[in-house]
């Protein structure tokens, strides 16, 4: 997992991969809500999650529910199809904003 700051002021890209469980959850959790305390726009970067448990969607609700709270947006892109798999069975692709690449991301938050 890895954190980048792209070309726009107050945007934070974060990368996750691997798998997102109980274990990963901490860390996931320390990196979102760090990257939602920094950026007005949270990019999250799920091409190469290949596992995610309620844990790791807890995370992501926390992260989303942070932002919303500091008027800034979190939005998923490249979302790996497990994953994906895992965010419709919630429901959850309708709560999250969920683009196929970066360029779409960045364009929908312009």
């Keep these: 997992m890895t954190e980048a700051t792209g ?3 107050n945007r934070r890209i974060v990368h996750l991969a691997g ?7 901490p860390q996931v ?3 979102l809500l760090g990257a ?12 190469g999650v290949e596992y995610i ?9 926390e992260a989303l529910q942070e932002s919303r709270k500091k008027n800034a947006d979190l ?10 798999r895992v ?4 429901r959850l692709d ?8 970066l360029t779409s991301a960045v364009q929908a938050n312009s």
Excluded at 77 to 82: F, G, L, T, Y
Excluded at 87 to 90: G, N, T, V, W
Aim: with cysteine; proline share 2%.
């Design 36 to 47: 939602v305390e920094q950026g007005r726009l949270v990019l999250v970067d799920m091409a």
């Design 94 to 101: 309708s709560v999250f904003a969920i683009h196929t690449d």
């Design 29 to 31: 959790r320390k990196v």
């Design 87 to 90: 965010l419709k069975l919630a």
């Design 75 to 84: 939005a998923l892109i490249a979302v790996n199809p497990q994953a994906l």
């Design 53 to 61: 448990d309620s844990s790791g969607i807890a995370c992501l609700i």
């Design 7 to 9: 070309q726009i002021t």
């Design 19 to 25: 798998e997102i469980d109980l274990e990963h959850a």
